[in-house]
């Protein structure tokens, strides 16, 4: 029901910053909570950070608390991930997932996510 499109990933060097982007195609985004995963090669995917569509809390992975911001604009249909000092395990494949259930409380799990984007790569190079 709805469409999540990322962009802004690319390649970098340890210690430089970078912003995803995701867009949504949904007339009730501000009832989605939002978030950010990722996925490198023969691992699990894992949560990076989220927001709640109500409330605007956010949650963040230990590996990148204090690092990576995340943002929403309800006006634009976009949650932003604001990633600074990457290091070369930040690097994976980022998607963009959402779920317009669970409105009030942040996602911590890819359980939660109803819909994904397609995934934007990262590389961080040393």
């Known amino acids: 029901q709805v469409q999540l499109v990322e962009s802004g990933g690319g390649l970098v060097q340890a210690g430089a910053s970078l912003t995803l982007s995701c867009a949504a195609s949904?007339?009730?985004?501000?009832?989605?909570?939002m978030g950010w995963f990722r996925q490198a090669p023969g691992k699990e995917r894992e949560i990076v950070a989220s927001?709640?569509?109500?409330?605007?809390?956010?949650y963040y992975a230990d590996s990148v608390r204090g690092r990576f911001t995340i943002s929403r604009d309800n006006a634009k249909n976009t949650v932003d991930l604001q990633m600074n000092s990457l290091k070369p395990e930040d690097t994976a494949v980022y998607y963009c997932?959402?779920?317009?259930?669970?409105?009030?409380?942040?996602?911590?799990?890819?359980?939660?996510?109803?819909?994904w984007g397609q995934g934007t790569r990262v590389t961080v190079s040393s």
């Open positions: 927001i709640s569509g109500i409330t605007a809390n956010t």
């Open positions: 949904t007339r009730t985004f501000r009832n989605y909570a």
């Open positions: 997932g959402g779920s317009p259930r669970i409105s009030w409380i942040t996602i911590t799990s890819t359980s939660n996510v109803d819909y």
